[in-house]
């Protein structure tokens, strides 16, 4: 059941969620239920689903309200949005769409239409976002059509891209799974920092293995790393056995015998912006980040290094 797609229902009519949920675990989904709509941004946002079926009418806050509130939130902000409702009023489809919302189902409804609609909303986003299956993030697809958007924009913008130090070492020592469970922690701890921001039109991609992408605005870039540093040196003690968080560092054996030591580990961050030279190409901000990142990881520790060259 853990590879299972998660999908969130918001709705208060017990009846309906219990039907679904039925329905949704003979088609070997994970449903997860919510009835108000405080309970459902909980759910989404902790739980992170793979599809979320939204109600229009709650006890607490309306459908509407609940679709922006989500759709603030960076891990959520691709995430399809079914909404449901009893109205037929096309302006309250209007309104769900405008709210973020990516289909629109009108009560009563057939399960398998509510299904088929389900499975095609999952196929979209993973086929349009390219998204990774470890982090649920979107992957190289929407990277890139990210920041040649923002080029075209000519707004200003910055992009972090951070990897681990020594985290192939740690995946020896520590196996696979363990490692999978960094690169998740890494991509919620990004996250997290990302939205303390509280800005609009943030983005946070998993370019793959422990590489990460992340869009701000300029003056977002010292404390979104500073953030991102905090948060990721907290957690690192408690990803190692007593014996090497005490030591410091992990030893490992190489096929000579020989021993070599590594320290825990650490986060690099390369920061661009367009703030101080034009950036015409997203191979441009690559080759620019690739420089800064080799700086960020010589310091020995988490850090990040901003790009400060202006054009002459």
Same mark, same amino acid.
């Given at each position: 059941?853990?590879?299972?797609?998660?999908?969130?229902?918001?709705?208060?009519?017990?009846?309906?969620?219990?039907?679904?949920?039925?329905?949704?675990?003979?088609?070997?989904?994970?449903?997860?239920?919510?009835?108000?709509?405080?309970?459902?941004?909980?759910?989404?946002?902790?739980?992170?689903?793979?599809?979320?079926? /939204?109600?229009?009418?709650?006890? %607490?806050?309306?459908? *509407? +309200? $609940?679709?922006?509130?989500?759709? =603030? &939130?960076?891990?959520?902000?691709?995430?399809?949005?079914?909404?449901?409702?009893?109205?037929?009023?096309?302006?309250?489809?209007?309104?769900?769409?405008?709210?973020?919302?990516?289909?629109?189902?009108?009560?009563?409804?057939?399960?398998?239409?509510?299904?088929?609609?389900?499975?095609?909303?999952?196929?979209?986003?993973?086929?349009?976002?390219?998204?990774?299956?470890?982090?649920?993030?979107?992957?190289?697809?929407?990277?890139?059509?990210? /920041?040649?958007?923002?080029?075209? %924009?000519?707004?200003? *913008? +910055? $992009?972090?891209?951070?990897?681990? =130090? &020594?985290?192939?070492?740690?995946?020896?020592?520590?196996?696979?799974?363990?490692?999978?469970?960094?690169?998740?922690?890494?991509?919620?701890?990004?996250?997290?920092?990302?939205?303390?921001?509280?800005?609009?039109?943030?983005?946070?991609?998993?370019?793959?293995?422990?590489?990460?992408?992340?869009?701000?605005?300029?003056?977002?870039?010292?404390?979104?790393?500073?953030?991102?540093?905090?948060?990721?040196?907290?957690?690192?003690?408690?990803?190692?056995?007593?014996?090497?968080?005490?030591?410091?560092?992990?030893?490992?054996?190489?096929?000579?015998?020989?021993?070599?030591?590594?320290?825990?580990?650490?986060?690099?961050?390369?920061?661009?912006?367009?703030?101080?030279?034009?950036?015409?190409?997203?191979?441009?901000?690559?080759?620019?980040?690739?420089?800064?990142?080799?700086?960020?990881?010589?310091?020995?520790?988490?850090?990040?290094?901003?790009?400060?060259?202006?054009?002459?």
């Amino acid at each position: 059941m853990s590879d299972a797609k998660k999908v969130l229902i918001v709705d208060d009519e017990v009846a309906l969620t219990d039907l679904v949920r039925d329905v949704l675990e003979e088609d070997e989904f994970q449903p997860l239920i919510a009835h108000t709509g405080r309970e459902g941004v909980d759910k989404a946002t902790h739980e992170t689903p793979d599809v979320i079926i /939204l109600d229009v009418d709650l006890p %607490d806050i309306d459908g *509407f +309200a $609940v679709c922006r509130e989500l759709r =603030n &939130h960076v891990q959520l902000r691709h995430t399809p949005i079914i909404m449901l409702t009893v109205r037929s009023d096309q302006r309250d489809e209007i309104t769900g769409l405008q709210a973020g919302a990516d289909d629109y189902l009108t009560k009563p409804f057939k399960v398998p239409r509510l299904l088929a609609r389900i499975h095609l909303a999952i196929e979209r986003t993973q086929r349009e976002l390219d998204a990774n299956p470890l982090t649920h993030l979107p992957g190289n697809t929407a990277i890139l059509q990210t /920041l040649e958007q923002r080029i075209r %924009d000519q707004t200003p *913008f +910055a $992009v972090l891209y951070l990897d681990l =130090n &020594h985290f192939k070492a740690y995946n020896d020592r520590y196996g696979f799974i363990a490692g999978d469970q960094v690169i998740k922690a890494t991509g919620q701890v990004i996250m997290e920092a990302v939205n303390l921001q509280n800005a609009p039109n943030t983005f946070v991609g998993h370019v793959g293995g422990d590489d990460f992408v992340a869009v701000v605005a300029p003056e977002h870039v010292q404390p979104a790393c500073e953030e991102i540093i905090r948060r990721f040196d907290h957690l690192v003690p408690l990803l190692y056995s007593p014996e090497d968080r005490q030591r410091g560092y992990i030893e490992l054996r190489d096929r000579r015998g020989q021993t070599s030591r590594f320290p825990l580990l650490s986060v690099a961050i390369a920061a661009v912006s367009n703030q101080n030279r034009p950036l015409s190409h997203p191979g441009e901000i690559s080759a620019i980040a690739g420089e800064l990142k080799a700086m960020a990881k010589s310091a020995g520790k988490s850090h990040y290094v901003v790009d400060q060259r202006r054009v002459l």
